[in-house]
């Protein structure tokens, strides 16, 4: 009996058993009667995008279908478990489309047990591999739930990139992570999509990564992201903050609003004052203004690579300007900010507003309009304003200095 022929007569048996006739099933379905009709004379397949929905009318999983067996009733199975091998295999089939990439240096394709990358590189005398893991947050969390699926793997790649570029690094291969109670094939779709479109606008390649079903851990629709990359960067010009020295010039290049942190914070806000959601900020919903993805930064900086001119960066996530800036500054040094100068967004003013939150909260939880710092020296502060400022805004908010302290905060923010 061919595969077809024994699925049909199984659709057609388990159909009989729960007294549904064709139309009947078909109506429930959304369906043509014809299109049983052809699977039950096994003349054509269920449809990938219908099998969940089928399996759950007529008692049976997926994988049972796609066998056209029933398993033993009394045997457990990893099915009835709540993984279904069969499904997810034909997942992982359309997961593929989405990896396909022109990158001479991916060696193989999706289905081996590890990710083949090449990694010589004449050109450079002592590459270094800079490697680093990211999750969106909980950001993530309202991603699901106001339908921003693909917007969020964005947030997820763009900050994981943001992260090597600041040493220096050109990113090369990605592998994501998606763990999930179950697998609904159209979100996790739309998640590789998502973040295979993030790496390809970053110059850089979603090699492979794990999609893991646990049922027992993870909620139904609940869905846990991360990832990891390898970039690359010749030892010489690893940007560090070593270079750091008194009389630099601190340049902030603007974000877009809040990126990847802080998020903690705007759900309680959101649980208090649950009206906020729809307020119209700058011509966008609160929603809208909060869900724009990560500002990626990689375009706009990797022109200035090799020269010597950034002497250190920072990408400004959780812990604020003084958390992230400090991190590349040299002890006995000192960046003096000055708060009056950088260019607060609306939302970040509303959100102050409306939470009755301290300055000092503000500047630690959120980048509040600066995403990424870079120092250089002063006569090359013009050169780099102007060559970054034809992607983003960017303007100089301090200098460094002499001092114990690594980041210190001058002036008050123009919240007005």
């Given at each position: 009996?061919?595969?077809?022929?024994?699925?049909?007569?199984?659709?057609?048996?388990?159909?009989?058993?729960?007294?549904?006739?064709?139309?009947?099933?078909?109506?429930?379905?959304?369906?043509?009667?014809?299109?049983?009709?052809?699977?039950?004379?096994?003349?054509?397949?269920?449809?990938?995008?219908l099998l969940c929905d089928?399996?759950?009318?007529?008692?049976?999983?997926?994988?049972?279908?796609?066998t056209g067996n029933e398993k033993a009733a009394d045997g457990l199975s990893y099915s009835k478990?709540?993984?279904?091998?069969?499904?997810?295999?034909?997942?992982?089939?359309?997961?593929?489309?989405?990896?396909?990439?022109?990158?001479?240096?991916?060696?193989?394709?999706?289905?081996?047990?590890?990710?083949?990358?090449d990694i010589y590189f004449p050109s450079m005398r002592q590459p270094v591999l800079v490697l680093k893991s990211e999750e969106p947050g909980s950001k993530q969390k309202l991603a699901m739930?106001?339908?921003?699926?693909?917007?969020?793997?964005?947030?997820?790649?763009?900050?994981?990139?943001?992260?090597?570029?600041?040493?220096?690094?050109?990113?090369?291969?990605?592998?994501d992570t998606i763990v999930c109670g179950n697998a609904e094939k159209d979100t996790i779709k739309s998640l590789v999509?998502?973040?295979?479109?993030?790496?390809?606008?970053?110059?850089?390649?979603?090699?492979?990564?794990?999609?893991?079903?646990?049922?027992?851990?993870?909620?139904?629709?609940?869905?846990?992201?991360?990832?990891?990359?390898?970039?690359?960067?010749?030892?010489?010009?690893?940007?560090?903050g070593s270079a750091v020295q008194d009389g630099d010039v601190v340049l902030a290049v603007a974000s877009n609003g809040l990126h990847t942190n802080g998020?903690?914070?705007?759900?309680?806000?959101?649980?208090?004052?649950?009206?906020?959601?729809?307020?119209?900020?700058?011509?966008?919903?609160?929603?809208?203004?909060?869900?724009?993805?990560?500002?990626?930064?990689?375009?706009?900086?990797?022109g200035l690579f090799g020269k010597g001119i950034m002497h250190g960066m920072a990408h400004i996530t959780g812990g604020g300007i003084k958390g992230n800036l400090g991190r590349v500054i040299p002890e006995g040094l000192t960046a003096?900010?000055?708060?009056?100068?950088?260019?607060?967004?609306?939302?970040?003013?509303?959100?102050?507003?409306?939470?009755?939150?301290?300055?000092e909260e503000m500047f630690r939880t959120f980048n509040c309009g600066a995403g990424l710092c870079i120092v250089v020296q002063e006569k090359d502060a013009a050169a780099v304003m102007r060559h970054i400022s034809e992607y983003y805004d960017c303007y100089e908010i301090g200098r460094i200095r002499c001092g114990e302290e690594k980041v210190v905060f001058m002036n008050r923010p123009e919240w007005i």
């Open positions: 009996m061919t595969d077809s022929i024994r699925i049909g007569n199984f659709i057609m048996r388990k159909r009989k058993e729960a007294g549904l006739t064709q139309q009947q099933l078909a109506d429930k379905l959304n369906i043509s009667f014809q299109a049983v009709s052809k699977w039950e004379t096994g003349n054509a397949y269920p449809n990938v995008e089928l399996a759950t009318i007529l008692c049976v999983t997926t994988d049972e279908i796609l478990a709540g993984v279904d091998i069969a499904y997810t295999d034909t997942i992982k089939r359309e997961m593929a489309e989405h990896l396909r990439t022109e990158d001479r240096r991916v060696l193989n394709k999706m289905g081996a047990f590890a990710s083949l990358y739930e106001y339908g921003y699926t693909e917007s969020v793997c964005h947030d997820m790649i763009n900050h994981l990139v943001n992260d090597i570029i600041v040493m220096g690094a050109k990113p090369l291969a990605v592998l999509k998502g973040i295979a479109d993030a790496c390809r606008d970053n110059d850089c390649t979603l090699v492979g990564g794990e999609t893991s079903i646990q049922p027992l851990v993870v909620d139904a629709g609940v869905y846990v992201l991360t990832s990891a990359i390898a970039g690359i960067v010749e030892k010489k010009d690893v940007i560090d998020y903690s914070l705007v759900r309680m806000l959101m649980d208090r004052m649950p009206q906020i959601k729809l307020d119209q900020i700058d011509g966008m919903t609160f929603i809208e203004q909060i869900m724009k993805p990560h500002t990626p930064y990689y375009k706009a900086v990797r003096q900010i000055d708060l009056s100068k950088i260019r607060l967004l609306p939302i970040f003013k509303y959100i102050r507003k409306s939470g009755n939150i301290s300055d």
